[in-house]
């Protein structure tokens, strides 16, 4: 099927299908046409013409069965909630495109990162249900987010091949493309210990989740108090952000330093300063992840980078790779994090807070 038939039933240039196609980071003008083209190609079956475009670079090529790559995102059931993971996606997509792939089946279940969920619901017809949806065109299963581990082992009996790209490790269970969360949040719990703060607090879910148990290792590693009133178990969106700054603002001992579980979070944190600023201390917020809108928060929100762009792309050839016969032994593939210092972020000594910690 053509770029020519995606773009007329789109409504836009054959032009901008292609760069949407071929450039993860190509911003469309309109608000959801990247979504609506790629839901467009997944309909249509669509795969580039690999052998056309090796012999336009004049490259020798051989025909290989067409591979058919599906995606389940496991953190939300909208695509609007996590931008770290859309941006992932996005990175996926395009890789499966230049791969001479096709994405044959795009989920949102937030069920499968829920363990409680998880055990109440019929998982195994759910996950049957996912697999008829394919027509059993499915070579192999991308796994966007924390998985249930009975849930990933089903996912392993009906899809055969499949790889994870998350924080919270697996346990070898599957092939992964990992960022460690553990070791994230302890370079942010160390970055606010070496500005002065010791009354750090943390934002985020809770519940089997490795940033939190990164946390708790630090303050104990530093010799910190853990202050239960200083952590806000919540889901990690920019609303629940807002409304746990609220909370720390109300309360009557509030963190100098909060670590939150991930950027979009934090910028709700920080909608909620700026909305009380003139009524409140400010503390300093660091997060995780270094989503695109973490460089145009007011202030600049300082993070730990996660190598998106690198752990979408290293998804897709270790699955790939797999498929192939490449490879048969479980493979995790652990990419580095990196801290960005920006504005959100300040020493004790130099901030408000000084004039109340005495």
């Known amino acids: 099927?053509?770029?020519?038939?995606?773009?007329?039933?789109?409504?836009?240039?054959?032009?901008?299908?292609?760069?949407?196609?071929?450039?993860?980071?190509?911003?469309?003008?309109?608000?959801?046409?990247?979504?609506?083209?790629?839901?467009?190609?997944?309909?249509?079956d669509y795969t580039p013409n690999v052998a056309a475009r090796n012999l336009?670079?004049?490259?020798?090529?051989?025909?290989?069965?067409?591979?058919?790559?599906?995606?389940?995102?496991t953190r939300t059931d909208t695509n609007k909630a996590d931008p770290f993971f859309s941006e992932i996606l996005h990175v996926i997509e395009t890789e499966i495109h230049k791969s001479g792939c096709i994405l044959s089946n795009l989920w949102y279940r937030s069920l499968f990162?829920?363990?409680?969920?998880?055990?109440?619901?019929?998982?195994?017809?759910?996950?049957?249900d996912m697999y008829s949806e394919t027509g059993g065109k499915s070579d192999g299963l991308i796994i966007l987010g924390r998985c249930n581990r009975k849930a990933m082992e089903k996912f392993c009996k009906v899809f055969g091949n499949v790889v994870t790209v998350n924080r919270n490790s697996s346990g070898y269970a599957v092939d992964e493309v990992l960022c460690d969360g553990r070791k994230i949040a302890s370079m942010a719990v160390e970055y606010l210990y070496s500005l002065g703060h010791r009354k750090i607090g943390y934002v985020g879910e809770c519940k089997n989740e490795v940033r939190y148990s990164g946390y708790l290792e630090t303050l104990t590693r530093y010799g910190m108090e853990l202050m239960p009133e200083y952590v806000i178990a919540t889901r990690q969106t920019e609303a629940n952000g807002y409304d746990s700054m609220l909370k720390f603002l109300q309360s009557d001992d509030c963190p100098t330093g909060i670590y939150c579980a991930n950027d979009i979070t934090a910028i709700g944190m920080l909608k909620?300063?700026?909305?009380?600023?003139?009524?409140?201390?400010?503390?300093?917020?660091?997060?995780?992840?270094?989503?695109?809108?973490?460089?145009?928060?007011?202030?600049?929100?300082?993070?730990?980078?996660?190598?998106?762009?690198?752990?979408?792309?290293?998804?897709?050839?270790?699955?790939?790779?797999?498929?192939?016969?490449?490879?048969?032994?479980?493979?995790?593939?652990?990419?580095?994090?990196?801290?960005?210092?920006?504005?959100?972020?300040?020493?004790?000594?130099?901030?408000?807070?000084?004039?109340?910690c005495i």
């Open 272 to 356: 909620c300063l700026q909305k009380f600023k003139n009524h409140f201390p400010r503390p300093s917020i660091i997060a995780s992840d270094d989503i695109e809108e973490a460089q145009y928060s007011k202030p600049m929100l300082t993070t730990v980078r996660v190598p998106r762009d690198e752990m979408g792309r290293f998804a897709v050839k270790l699955l790939l790779d797999r498929i192939y016969g490449g490879h048969s032994s479980v493979v995790r593939m652990e990419m580095e994090s990196r801290l960005m210092i920006r504005e959100s972020c300040q020493s004790i000594s130099d901030s408000i807070w000084s004039d109340y």
């Open 1 to 44: 099927m053509s770029i020519k038939k995606i773009a007329e039933m789109v409504g836009v240039s054959p032009a901008t299908v292609s760069r949407v196609l071929n450039n993860p980071d190509y911003r469309c003008s309109k608000p959801g046409l990247r979504d609506q083209i790629w839901k467009a190609a997944i309909e249509l």
């Open 56 to 73: 336009k670079l004049g490259v020798k090529s051989e025909e290989k069965k067409v591979i058919y790559i599906n995606v389940l995102m």
């Open 113 to 128: 990162s829920n363990d409680s969920r998880c055990e109440l619901e019929n998982i195994d017809r759910v996950i049957s």
